[in-house]
């Protein structure tokens, strides 16, 4: 399996984004299997501004594909070692964005929520930094993520009004 996950064949794209989407999927249905809807609201309202948190999870779903092209563009480079090394970031990056919502506290707390956010914006920096190295095209991927926690960290300081 792990071969097929590798190659620069549409079937191993396919396959990185099934997997991609397998993982995306089982950690949503974990958060809403423990939480709920709670875990995305507050006080009867949605945390990030008005986004419901069948938005987020959307979002994180096509984050998640983004990822898994990503992944796909830089070991199309392979056997280079900076293909290899970027592969293994973008793989560690998806794990570490499946347990978001672990770290973030569920965004229950605004100041870990952001802190989260910042841990992930800075690792998906560093990705997107080492998938530029392979290909270029491939940064776009994390950066994505980098532009959406960024969305979501100014949307928990507006709403912790640490912004007045």
């Known amino acids: 399996m792990q071969r097929s996950l590798e190659g620069s064949d549409t079937r191993a794209l396919v396959l990185n984004i099934g997997a ?3 993982l995306v ?10 939480a709920g809807d709670a875990q995305t609201s507050t006080q009867g309202g949605p945390l990030i501004g008005a986004i419901r948190g069948w938005v987020v999870g959307a979002v994180w779903t ?21 293909a290899r090394r970027a592969a293994t970031w973008v ?23 952001l802190l989260g956010n910042v841990a992930t914006a800075a690792m998906a920096a560093f ?16 950066l994505a993520v980098v532009a959406w926690v960024s969305f979501a960290s100014v ?9 007045w």
């Open 155 to 163: 949307a928990i300081v507006d709403q912790a009004r640490w912004l």
């Open 25 to 34: 999927l089982i950690v949503n249905a974990g958060v809403f299997v423990f």
């Open 127 to 142: 990705v997107a930094l080492a998938s530029f190295r392979v290909e270029p095209l491939a940064a776009l991927g994390p």
């Open 20 to 22: 991609a989407l397998a």
């Open 91 to 113: 793989v560690i990056l998806l794990v570490f964005c499946a347990v978001y919502p672990l770290y973030t506290g569920g965004l229950r707390w605004p100041l870990v929520g």
């Open 62 to 82: 096509v984050l998640f594909m983004a990822l898994a092209a990503t992944k796909w563009r830089v070991q199309s480079y392979l056997p280079a070692p900076a």
